[in-house]
């Protein structure tokens, strides 16, 4: 089981960071873990993922250079810092995880966090 915190409302040039954090921080060591997210009218987007071994990091197109992930294994957490924000962030996120690579799929993640608004002012 997967909670996000994190989100709220925060101007345009400012920063965020949202957390994932799982119920069980020995099982959260098992897998890649992704951060989605949907805005209203729009589909599911991949925003960035981890591997389980944090030897690899993806990022979508439209954050990179802006948003960073990190794993913090012993309380079972990742981060995603969001810098240099933009309206078009605006969405409900949510962290995802599974067993295996990092996959840009939503379906193929096996669990999910209930998402976390992130609503961005201009």
């Known amino acids: 089981h997967l909670s996000e915190s994190g989100g709220g409302v925060v101007q345009a040039g400012g920063s965020l960071r949202l957390a994932c954090v799982a119920a069980e921080a020995a099982l959260f060591k098992t897998y890649t873990i992704a951060w989605f997210r949907q805005a209203p009218g729009r589909e599911r987007e991949f925003v960035a993922g981890?591997?389980?071994?944090?030897?690899?990091?993806t990022y979508g197109d439209s954050v990179k250079g802006r948003f960073t992930l990190f794993r913090d294994d012993d309380n079972g957490t990742l981060f995603l810092q969001m810098n240099s924000v933009e309206p078009e962030d605006t969405a409900v996120y949510s962290c995802?995880?599974?067993?295996?690579?990092?996959?840009?799929?939503?379906?193929?993640?096996?669990?999910w966090g209930q998402g976390t608004q992130v609503t961005v002012s201009p």
């Open positions: 995802a995880g599974r067993w295996g690579v990092i996959s840009t799929t939503g379906a193929r993640y096996e669990t």
């Open positions: 981890v591997t389980r071994s944090g030897d690899k990091v």
